[in-house]
């Protein structure tokens, strides 16, 4: 059994700065580098490198930087088959800001990842018979997200949804799709339409989505923690203190952890603590994908923090 992502796939440019720049203002940075990235490629290698058998769907342009990607997933373990080169658009690409605490500005380009559509689905839908769960971003086009959890619902597979970019304009007949929905403080308050800034109002948050057929709500709150809400339970799980480097992947290691974790059997509780184990130790490490842990050193984490 596997694991499948539909998602993004992008090539990320990245800056270091002293700050992040406000409006109109040009800084010196301090370093650069090129990564792979993409919120859908993210969580396929962060699955892979957990030892969990992962498929990408997904599109890449017909220049470099796409066999550039696909070979960097191979290189994780992620099994590629269903990713389509589009020869008409470019790679995604995304344009991300690094300051010294750690916080980002991310610009999303989203290239073929904006051409993502019905023919993605039914390479996606020969998959789902061995599958255990879906994972679904925000980065490709809506309408394709609701086609492929129809899809997983029909086939029985758990769909875990990462609302990100943020987007208020969710079609309301997405949320009775989705098993576990895992958005950020920022993207909980764009769904509900109030701010979300700590554990009560992630709560609130939590059971709005509840309300609106959210089988399982997850508010990611950074530093602060973890908020999850069930049918039977809302529970809070601390983050793991670590000195954050670059927090660009660790929603994405956040929800590799909690797939992994349910993969493997073990209960949401334990997958939201595996979950915020992936997601601070991809905080503590620049770039998206190289800041992905292996299993040695999740397991090694794991265990220092018992």
């Not at 709005?208 to 809302?234: F, M």
Request: overall charge negative.
């Amino acid at each position: 059994m596997s694991i499948i992502v539909l998602g993004s796939i992008n090539i990320d440019l990245v800056a270091t700065t002293p700050r992040l720049p406000v409006a109109g203002e040009t800084l010196l940075g301090q370093d650069f580098f090129k990564a792979s990235g993409g919120k859908g490629a993210n969580q396929a290698v962060a699955l892979a490198r957990l030892g969990i058998p992962t498929h990408m769907v997904g599109r890449v342009g017909g220049d470099s930087f796409g066999e550039e990607l696909v070979n960097s997933l191979q290189e994780s373990g992620v099994r590629t088959e269903n990713i389509f080169v589009d020869e008409t658009v470019s790679s995604g690409v995304a344009i991300i800001a690094v300051d010294v605490r750690g916080e980002n500005q991310i610009i999303v380009i989203p290239g073929a990842n904006g051409h993502v559509n019905e023919e993605d689905i039914k390479r996606l839908s020969h998959l789902l018979p061995e599958a255990t769960a879906l994972l679904l971003q925000f980065e490709i086009p809506i309408p394709t997200v609701v086609l492929a959890a129809q899809a997983a619902q029909v086939a029985g597979v758990t769909v875990i949804l990462d609302p990100a970019p943020a987007n208020k304009d969710v079609p309301k007949e997405l949320y009775p799709l989705v098993d576990i929905i895992t958005p950020n403080e920022v993207e909980a308050g764009q769904l509900v339409g109030f701010p979300v800034d700590g554990e009560d109002s992630a709560r609130k948050a939590a059971t709005v989505l509840r309300q609106w057929g959210v089988k399982n709500a997850i508010v990611k709150l950074g530093a602060k923690g973890v908020v999850c809400a069930t049918a039977e339970e809302t529970f809070f799980v601390p983050a793991f203190p670590v000195r954050t480097v670059d927090t660009t992947a660790a929603g994405d290691a956040f929800n590799g952890g909690l797939a992994a974790a349910l993969h493997e059997g073990l209960s949401l509780h334990q997958a939201v603590v595996w979950g915020a184990a992936a997601g601070a130790i991809a905080a503590t490490k620049p770039g998206a994908q190289p800041s992905l842990p292996d299993k040695i050193t999740f397991d090694g984490f794991l265990m220092a923090h018992s």
